[in-house]
């Protein structure tokens, strides 16, 4: 495939292109955070960064309504009561401008819970059919990424329909390789990149800076082995999760992430059923009608959040012997670097493959 030169000087016109054929979403700064916004006239996409918030809202949006209800009394038997369902309408093709490598591998864990355990969730298969990501690749990981341990990295081509590379020849701008058919439509009015940016980026490719990529990655093949032996050890999950306050915001700004509630919100005789995200690190969660909670504390609650990703989900989706496990975790390193009290998830899984291997 020809590779495309997208300019920084071009970036807002041609975002708007696209936004003539899509429902564009889009990264732009809000105070500290940057954040994805519907496309509107006189936006400034940024890409310098990664967005605070993972790409999962274009696929799984925070509030969703599933559908309309209305209950109408049948006028000639009013002991009857008939009840009206619409559903909402189909999604509108939607891009999604500046993911990076680390939300484009979300997309597959997010299949895996909605569309490959036997039965396809439609609203979730629809948006997904109709979603297209534009990703930047990362020229360095931040301190809080470790996307190298879960099967990725800042170059992943993984779950992207373009990926943008980063150039500063021809007054700076990006190498844009489409890695699908659709992405491939996307670029073709873009001008080819030149030799020298073509060049500049083999180059960086070739040795990227060491700062790149933080240390090598640890070996995590026996994460879930080492999990099921520290699962009854109370002992070690209150020493990791001493600090959590239960917020949720690890897992609300998860790419994999997918834990979901459904609630009517009825207003006289009509209504709407609403999915929204949930969070595992509530103790509301998982609180019986009986008032028993099975995760009592944040010690288990932060053992289900680790044991999921790092042990369930591998078990679940077991890879070939001798390659490296998938886990629900694409190391973005969002839980980390937005928790109030700085836990790590990198902390507890070295602990649990140091003292797992020791108990
Ligand atoms: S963000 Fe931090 S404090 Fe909040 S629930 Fe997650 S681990 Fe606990
Ligand atoms: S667990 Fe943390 S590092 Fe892993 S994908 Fe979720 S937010 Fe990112």
Not at 106 to 124: A, H, I, N, T
Not at 171 to 177: F, Q, T
Request: net charge neutral; glycine share 8%; hydrophobic share 35%.
């Amino acid at each position: 495939m020809v590779a495309r030169f997208l300019a920084n000087s071009a970036l807002a016109d041609t975002a708007a292109a696209w936004a003539r054929d899509f429902r564009l979403l889009a990264p732009v700064r809000e105070g500290q955070a940057v954040v994805y916004r519907a496309w509107a006239k006189d936006m400034h996409p940024f890409l310098g960064r990664p967005p605070t918030c993972s790409a999962k809202e274009a696929l799984l949006p925070q509030t969703e309504n599933l559908l309309t209800y209305t209950y109408r009394k049948d006028q000639a038997d009013l002991t009857r009561t008939e009840v009206f369902v619409a559903e909402p309408l189909p999604p509108e093709p939607t891009l999604l401008l500046g993911a990076r490598p680390c939300d484009a591998r979300g997309r597959k864990l997010l299949d895996r819970v909605f569309l490959e355990r036997g039965v396809e969730d439609p609203l979730y298969a629809a948006k997904r059919r109709n979603t297209l990501f534009v990703t930047v690749a990362c020229e360095r990981m931040e301190n809080t990424c470790f996307c190298h341990w879960t099967g990725g990295g800042p170059t992943s081509e993984e779950g992207s329909d373009v990926l943008l590379f980063a150039v500063g020849a021809d007054g700076g701008g990006y190498v844009a390789k489409a890695l699908t058919p659709e992405g491939e439509r996307l670029l073709d009015k873009l001008p080819e990149a030149s030799r020298a940016a073509q060049e500049e980026l083999a180059a960086k490719l070739a040795s990227p800076p060491s700062q790149a990529v933080p240390g090598p990655a640890p070996d995590l093949s026996a994460a879930p082995e080492r999990f099921l032996k520290l699962f009854g050890n109370m002992d070690f999950w209150m020493d990791e999760s001493a600090r959590c306050l239960s917020c949720g915001v690890c897992t609300y700004l998860c790419p994999a992430c997918s834990c979901f509630n459904i609630t009517d919100e009825n207003s006289g005789m009509k209504g709407k059923r609403l999915r929204t995200w949930d969070t595992c690190m509530s103790a509301l969660y998982t609180l019986e009608g009986s008032g028993h909670n099975p995760r009592v504390s944040r010690a288990h609650r932060l053992r289900n959040r680790v044991g999921h990703k790092f042990c369930y989900h591998p078990q679940e989706f077991p890879k070939d012997a001798g390659a490296q496990p998938e886990f629900s975790c694409t190391g973005c390193g969002r839980c980390i670097k937005s928790c109030p009290v700085s836990v790590d998830i990198r902390r507890v899984v070295l602990d649990l493959m140091e003292k797992g291997d020791a108990s």
